[in-house]
T-cell receptor, first 107, second 117 residues
Framework: DAKTTQPNSMESNEEEPVHLPCNHS???????IHWYRQLPSQGPEYVIH???SNVNNRMASLAIAEDRKSSTLILHRATLRDAAVYYC????????FGKGTRLSVIA | GAVVSQHPSRVICKSGTSVKIECRSL??????MFWYRQFPKQSLMLMAT?????????EQGVEKDKFLINHASLTLSTLTVTSAHPEDSSFYIC?????????????FGQGTRLTVV
Protein backbone atom coordinates (compact mmCIF):
# COMPACT_ATOMS: atom_id res chain seq x y z
CA ASP A 1 0.00 0.00 0.00
CA ALA A 2 1.08 3.55 -0.68
CA LYS A 3 2.60 5.33 2.27
CA THR A 4 1.77 8.83 1.09
CA THR A 5 -1.49 10.75 0.92
CA GLN A 6 -2.33 13.60 -1.41
CA PRO A 7 -5.46 15.51 -2.37
CA ASN A 8 -7.22 13.93 -5.33
CA SER A 9 -7.29 17.07 -7.41
CA MET A 10 -6.30 20.73 -7.46
CA GLU A 11 -6.90 23.59 -9.80
CA SER A 12 -4.76 26.59 -10.60
CA ASN A 13 -4.90 29.59 -12.85
CA GLU A 14 -2.20 29.94 -15.45
CA GLU A 15 0.81 32.00 -14.33
CA GLU A 16 -0.15 31.56 -10.67
CA PRO A 17 1.92 29.60 -8.11
CA VAL A 18 0.71 26.14 -7.12
CA HIS A 19 1.40 24.38 -3.84
CA LEU A 20 0.84 20.62 -3.95
CA PRO A 21 0.86 18.98 -0.51
CA CYS A 22 1.85 15.46 0.46
CA ASN A 23 1.69 13.65 3.78
CA HIS A 24 4.24 10.95 4.50
CA SER A 25 3.80 10.40 8.20
CA UNK A 26 5.53 6.98 8.27
CA UNK A 27 8.75 8.21 6.69
CA UNK A 28 11.99 6.93 8.19
CA UNK A 29 15.19 8.89 8.67
CA UNK A 30 16.86 7.64 5.51
CA UNK A 31 13.86 7.80 3.19
CA UNK A 32 14.09 10.31 0.39
CA ILE A 33 11.02 12.17 -0.78
CA HIS A 34 10.57 12.14 -4.53
CA TRP A 35 8.04 13.87 -6.74
CA TYR A 36 7.07 12.69 -10.18
CA ARG A 37 4.44 13.84 -12.61
CA GLN A 38 2.61 11.97 -15.31
CA LEU A 39 1.13 13.49 -18.41
CA PRO A 40 -1.66 11.60 -20.21
CA SER A 41 -0.50 8.41 -21.92
CA GLN A 42 3.10 8.89 -20.82
CA GLY A 43 5.36 7.37 -18.20
CA PRO A 44 6.07 9.38 -15.05
CA GLU A 45 8.65 12.13 -15.23
CA TYR A 46 11.02 12.96 -12.37
CA VAL A 47 10.41 16.41 -10.90
CA ILE A 48 12.45 16.83 -7.74
CA HIS A 49 13.59 15.07 -4.61
CA UNK A 50 14.96 15.85 -1.17
CA UNK A 51 15.86 14.42 2.21
CA UNK A 52 15.71 17.16 4.83
CA SER A 53 16.48 20.53 3.30
CA ASN A 54 14.34 22.47 0.87
CA VAL A 55 15.36 22.00 -2.74
CA ASN A 56 15.08 24.04 -5.90
CA ASN A 57 15.59 23.07 -9.51
CA ARG A 58 14.52 24.39 -12.88
CA MET A 59 11.16 22.68 -12.68
CA ALA A 60 10.00 23.30 -9.14
CA SER A 61 10.81 23.79 -5.47
CA LEU A 62 10.35 21.27 -2.69
CA ALA A 63 9.60 22.40 0.83
CA ILE A 64 10.05 19.70 3.48
CA ALA A 65 8.53 20.07 6.92
CA GLU A 66 10.93 20.06 9.84
CA ASP A 67 9.55 16.74 11.13
CA ARG A 68 9.65 15.39 7.54
CA LYS A 69 6.13 14.06 7.81
CA SER A 70 4.92 16.28 5.01
CA SER A 71 6.22 18.14 2.01
CA THR A 72 4.98 20.62 -0.55
CA LEU A 73 5.83 20.77 -4.22
CA ILE A 74 5.80 24.34 -5.45
CA LEU A 75 5.33 25.28 -9.09
CA HIS A 76 6.16 28.95 -9.16
CA ARG A 77 4.18 29.85 -12.28
CA ALA A 78 1.80 27.22 -13.52
CA THR A 79 1.50 26.77 -17.27
CA LEU A 80 -0.93 24.70 -19.29
CA ARG A 81 1.84 22.16 -19.83
CA ASP A 82 2.00 21.58 -16.08
CA ALA A 83 -1.43 19.94 -16.11
CA ALA A 84 -0.69 16.38 -15.00
CA VAL A 85 -1.02 13.91 -12.16
CA TYR A 86 1.60 14.61 -9.51
CA TYR A 87 2.86 11.82 -7.29
CA CYS A 88 4.98 12.04 -4.17
CA UNK A 89 6.79 8.97 -2.94
CA UNK A 90 8.81 8.13 0.12
CA UNK A 91 11.65 5.69 0.43
CA UNK A 92 13.86 4.10 -2.14
CA UNK A 93 13.06 1.87 -5.09
CA UNK A 94 10.88 0.14 -5.85
CA UNK A 95 8.70 3.20 -5.73
CA UNK A 96 5.17 2.72 -4.47
CA PHE A 97 2.72 5.22 -5.90
CA GLY A 98 -0.37 6.56 -4.23
CA LYS A 99 -3.27 8.03 -6.16
CA GLY A 100 -1.54 11.34 -6.76
CA THR A 101 -3.02 14.79 -7.31
CA ARG A 102 -4.54 15.67 -10.64
CA LEU A 103 -3.60 19.28 -11.35
CA SER A 104 -5.75 21.27 -13.73
CA VAL A 105 -4.47 24.59 -15.05
CA ILE A 106 -6.97 27.13 -16.26
CA ALA A 107 -5.99 29.60 -18.96
CA GLY B 1 18.81 13.20 -17.44
CA ALA B 2 19.00 9.45 -17.90
CA VAL B 3 16.83 7.96 -20.62
CA VAL B 4 14.74 4.81 -20.50
CA SER B 5 13.27 3.65 -23.78
CA GLN B 6 10.31 1.31 -23.98
CA HIS B 7 9.14 -0.48 -27.10
CA PRO B 8 6.58 -0.78 -28.54
CA SER B 9 4.60 2.24 -27.43
CA ARG B 10 1.36 0.68 -28.55
CA VAL B 11 0.36 -2.88 -29.45
CA ILE B 12 -2.86 -4.64 -30.31
CA CYS B 13 -2.92 -8.42 -30.15
CA LYS B 14 -5.42 -11.22 -30.42
CA SER B 15 -6.60 -13.06 -27.35
CA GLY B 16 -4.41 -16.08 -26.65
CA THR B 17 -1.25 -14.70 -28.21
CA SER B 18 1.88 -13.45 -26.44
CA VAL B 19 3.35 -9.97 -26.47
CA LYS B 20 6.88 -8.90 -25.59
CA ILE B 21 7.69 -5.43 -24.28
CA GLU B 22 11.27 -4.17 -24.17
CA CYS B 23 12.74 -1.71 -21.70
CA ARG B 24 16.19 -0.28 -22.33
CA SER B 25 18.34 2.11 -20.34
CA LEU B 26 20.04 4.10 -23.09
CA UNK B 27 22.81 5.96 -21.33
CA UNK B 28 23.29 4.19 -18.02
CA UNK B 29 23.50 0.72 -16.56
CA UNK B 30 20.61 -0.54 -14.48
CA UNK B 31 21.12 -3.51 -12.20
CA UNK B 32 17.46 -3.38 -11.31
CA MET B 33 14.41 -2.46 -13.35
CA PHE B 34 10.79 -2.31 -12.30
CA TRP B 35 7.59 -3.09 -14.14
CA TYR B 36 4.32 -1.35 -13.42
CA ARG B 37 0.79 -1.66 -14.76
CA GLN B 38 -1.71 1.16 -14.87
CA PHE B 39 -5.43 0.89 -15.58
CA PRO B 40 -7.42 3.93 -16.72
CA LYS B 41 -7.83 6.63 -14.08
CA GLN B 42 -5.77 4.63 -11.61
CA SER B 43 -2.28 4.88 -10.20
CA LEU B 44 0.74 2.79 -11.14
CA MET B 45 0.79 -0.66 -9.56
CA LEU B 46 4.14 -2.37 -9.13
CA MET B 47 4.13 -5.77 -10.79
CA ALA B 48 7.67 -7.01 -10.37
CA THR B 49 11.28 -6.14 -9.77
CA UNK B 50 13.67 -7.30 -12.45
CA UNK B 51 17.23 -8.09 -11.43
CA UNK B 52 20.03 -8.52 -13.95
CA UNK B 53 21.15 -12.11 -14.11
CA UNK B 54 18.63 -13.48 -11.66
CA UNK B 55 14.94 -14.27 -11.33
CA UNK B 56 12.47 -11.46 -11.02
CA UNK B 57 10.61 -10.79 -7.80
CA UNK B 58 6.85 -10.56 -8.30
CA GLU B 59 4.35 -8.64 -6.20
CA GLN B 60 1.55 -10.50 -4.52
CA GLY B 61 -1.22 -11.37 -6.94
CA VAL B 62 0.91 -11.09 -10.08
CA GLU B 63 1.22 -14.41 -11.94
CA LYS B 64 4.86 -15.07 -12.73
CA ASP B 65 3.98 -17.64 -15.40
CA LYS B 66 1.79 -15.15 -17.19
CA PHE B 67 4.10 -12.15 -16.98
CA LEU B 68 7.54 -13.46 -17.89
CA ILE B 69 10.41 -11.12 -17.10
CA ASN B 70 13.93 -11.46 -18.44
CA HIS B 71 16.78 -9.12 -17.49
CA ALA B 72 19.67 -10.50 -19.48
CA SER B 73 21.89 -7.42 -19.49
CA LEU B 74 22.48 -4.23 -17.54
CA THR B 75 20.58 -2.23 -20.14
CA LEU B 76 17.68 -4.45 -21.16
CA SER B 77 14.70 -6.01 -19.43
CA THR B 78 11.75 -7.59 -21.20
CA LEU B 79 8.22 -8.33 -20.09
CA THR B 80 6.28 -10.98 -21.99
CA VAL B 81 2.54 -11.19 -21.49
CA THR B 82 1.72 -14.81 -22.32
CA SER B 83 -1.67 -16.02 -23.53
CA ALA B 84 -3.02 -12.50 -23.32
CA HIS B 85 -6.69 -11.93 -22.56
CA PRO B 86 -8.78 -8.75 -22.76
CA GLU B 87 -8.41 -8.19 -19.02
CA ASP B 88 -4.65 -7.84 -19.57
CA SER B 89 -5.28 -4.72 -21.62
CA SER B 90 -3.51 -1.95 -19.75
CA PHE B 91 -0.68 0.59 -19.80
CA TYR B 92 2.61 -1.09 -18.90
CA ILE B 93 5.51 1.05 -17.70
CA CYS B 94 9.10 0.17 -16.87
CA UNK B 95 11.46 2.04 -14.59
CA UNK B 96 15.16 1.89 -13.82
CA UNK B 97 17.71 3.36 -11.46
CA UNK B 98 21.33 3.93 -12.24
CA UNK B 99 23.68 1.19 -11.09
CA UNK B 100 26.16 3.57 -9.49
CA UNK B 101 23.58 4.54 -6.91
CA UNK B 102 24.43 8.14 -6.11
CA UNK B 103 21.33 9.26 -7.94
CA UNK B 104 18.20 8.30 -6.03
CA UNK B 105 15.62 9.17 -8.63
CA UNK B 106 14.11 6.59 -10.94
CA UNK B 107 13.62 7.03 -14.66
CA PHE B 108 10.61 5.75 -16.52
CA GLY B 109 9.93 4.53 -20.01
CA GLN B 110 7.21 6.15 -22.06
CA GLY B 111 4.89 3.21 -21.48
CA THR B 112 3.28 0.56 -23.67
CA ARG B 113 -0.44 0.59 -24.32
CA LEU B 114 -1.55 -3.05 -24.72
CA THR B 115 -4.95 -3.81 -26.16
CA VAL B 116 -6.05 -7.43 -26.34
CA VAL B 117 -8.96 -8.08 -28.68
Amino acid sequence: DAKTTQPNSMESNEEEPVHLPCNHSTISGTDYIHWYRQLPSQGPEYVIHGLTSNVNNRMASLAIAEDRKSSTLILHRATLRDAAVYYCTQGNTPLVFGKGTRLSVIA
Amino acid sequence: GAVVSQHPSRVICKSGTSVKIECRSLDFQATTMFWYRQFPKQSLMLMATSNEGSKATYEQGVEKDKFLINHASLTLSTLTVTSAHPEDSSFYICSARERTGWRTEAFFGQGTRLTVV
